[in-house]
């Protein structure tokens, strides 16, 4: 009977969802969510491209023919009984990890295609109306925040949150500049960074962030897609003294822990106003962890433009079923009221 269960979990590939009831073909042929009755729908994890040093930088408000996600659109088989990202490292892990790596070269091919203008147009296919898009700024990185500020300056449907290198001796200034250009979080990404989130570093661009009143979105933990030399940076009981130490922050505990979301649930229940967002979670682990939360503490995040929306989208979907009013909250009121409280809309 079980195996039976995870076989309705199985689709050839992303096009194939049209067997749920929520998506259709549009009528340029285009994958399009047409489930009705659905409220505007909040993305509070995505980016655009990532671009490095030695890399001629990517025009971020280029319209492309389509987007080359790293999970892509066709072809790559779908198991929604496991996390998104297990799921991408199990069909084409050496596909993307190339395609990262091209990154940092050259400004062609799939991190060409993680634009202003294409996220914008999947977003209107989807019934998304606000994206939060986190940059990173890594050691090595080109100033990914600068480029994200500018590229979305008219486009008040795209919220930005920056990302800032806690080693950078001009970290302070960083953080300024990020807010005066309109920046309305602060994304941590601990093994990008090659800091853990309790590092002193860190742990004092979070005191200085605080002062902004505006929210942190960590990464947390990991999935075996990311290099196992740094995949410890990350895992979920290091979360515990920023969450602990600054309870007047509202933290978002990006991919909800990933396979550990338990723990990552304990810790955002007992800790000052923290979230969870639900990245590529299986339909019956997110309802594990919308029981373990409460309904009203849960995001919806997609990771564009490593996966489609209609990934994580069908999973969230399959899982509220049968709870409309969850369905809501967690796709869009959370977030509304999260954004709203900090006049960002
Ligand atoms: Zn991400």
Known sequence: ??????????????????????????????????QEGLPPIVDFHTHLALTWQFSPQVDLNKRTPRVLHFFRERHVRIDMNIYSGINLKNERREGMFKEYVDGAFSNKGAVSTFTVPNILAEMDRM??????????????????????????????????????????????????????????????????????????????LIRKWGETGYPILFHTAHNGLEPSFLRNLSDIELYRKPLEKFPD???????????????????????????????????????????????DKVLFGSDWPFYPFALPLAKALIATEDAPGVRRKILSENAYRLIGDLCLV
């Open 249 to 295: 922050i509202t933290f978002i505990l990006g991919h909800a822990g990933m396979g550990f979301f338990r723990e990552a649930a304990e810790l955002a229940r007992n800790h000052g106003n923290t979230y969870l967002e639900i990245g590529g979670q299986p339909p019956d682990d997110l309802k594990r962890i919308i029981d373990l939360m409460g309904e």
């Open 1 to 34: 009977m079980e195996g039976e269960e995870n076989r309705k979990l199985l689709f050839s590939d992303c096009y194939s969802l049209t067997k749920l009831p929520y998506f259709d073909l549009n009528e340029k042929g285009v994958l399009t969510l047409t």
């Open 127 to 204: 019934g998304i109306e606000h994206s939060v898009l986190l940059a990173v700024d890594t050691p090595g990185s080109r100033h990914v925040s600068k480029s994200y500020a500018e590229s979305t300056q008219n486009e008040p449907r795209l919220i930005t949150f920056c990302g800032v290198n806690p080693r950078s001796r001009r970290w302070e200034e960083h953080v300024e500049k990020a807010v005066e250009d309109g920046a309305r979080g602060l994304k941590i990404h601990p093994y990008m960074m090659f800091f853990p989130p309790n590092h002193k570093k860190v742990m004092r």
